[in-house]
């Protein structure tokens, strides 16, 4: 049973243009949500979060969106960088939950 | 500051053979211990969890297991280790707290069972 989806297993974006990478659950329990970064032989780095209060959150070129209607969230990168080549994973979190649940990845590339 | 140990960086390994992969972590206590494996081609599997001192949840059954001797120490092991092993091991900590859930994970140890 995977409550966290990202149904893109890859994304190719030119760049300097918008990267959008969605993420998908179907727990209505999970009220925290962050994304990580993974490059290759490495462990997944945090990149940004959003509570299940807010629907928007930005940092620098990273904001992500949550549409808790639809169990829906999403991360846009804008502008795209050659440095932002990697495997983005959603995550999730229960309340008084102890674990994250992770979506598959996405693996994103930004041609130069 | 906090920062999290896991070793070794890349293992091969016979099948039938035993493992221990280790992590330790410094800066903080009573952190809650993860041990990911990420296959190719794949996401993050979790597999065993520990939120203290010999407490250790196992996620999936398979052909290792987990032990937490010491409050900052997570050891992740095999008697025997299989083909379908192989992969990249992942250990992770976690203190959390409103607004604060997200994992610190190690560099991982990549495993290739031959």
């Known amino acids: 049973d995977q409550q966290v989806k990202q149904n893109s297993p890859s994304l190719s974006v030119q760049e300097g243009r918008i990267s959008i990478l969605n993420c998908d659950y179907t727990?209505?329990?999970?009220?925290?949500f962050l994304w990580y970064k993974k490059y290759p032989a490495e462990g997944p780095t945090f990149l940004i979060s959003?509570?299940?209060?807010?629907d928007k959150n930005e940092d620098g070129r990273f904001t992500v969106f949550l549409n808790k209607s639809a169990k829906h969230l999403s991360l846009h990168i804008v502008p795209s960088q050659p440095g932002d080549s990697a495997v983005y994973f959603c995550?999730?979190?229960?309340?008084?939950?102890?674990?994250?649940?992770f979506g598959g990845g996405t693996r994103v590339l930004v041609k130069p | 500051s906090q920062t999290i140990h896991q070793w070794p960086a890349t293992l091969v390994q016979p099948v039938g053979s035993p493992l221990s992969l280790e992590c330790t972590v410094e800066?903080?206590?009573?952190?809650?211990l993860y041990w990911y494996r990420q296959a190719a081609g794949r996401g993050l599997q979790l597999l065993f969890y520990s939120v203290g001192i010999g407490q250790i949840s196992s996620e999936v059954p398979q052909n290792l297991s987990a032990s937490r001797p010491q409050d900052r120490q997570f050891i992740l092991s095999s008697k025997k280790l299989l083909l379908s092993d192989s992969g990249f091991y992942l250990c992770?900590?976690?203190?959390?707290?409103?607004?604060?859930?997200?994992?610190?994970f190690g560099s991982g140890t990549r495993l290739t069972v031959v």
């Open positions: 995550a999730a979190h229960k309340a008084a939950g102890n674990k994250l649940t």
């Open positions: 727990n209505s329990m999970f009220d925290y």
């Open positions: 992770a900590w976690s203190q959390p707290r409103a607004g604060h859930y997200g994992y610190t």
């Open positions: 959003i509570s299940s209060i807010k």
């Open positions: 800066g903080t206590s009573n952190p809650n």
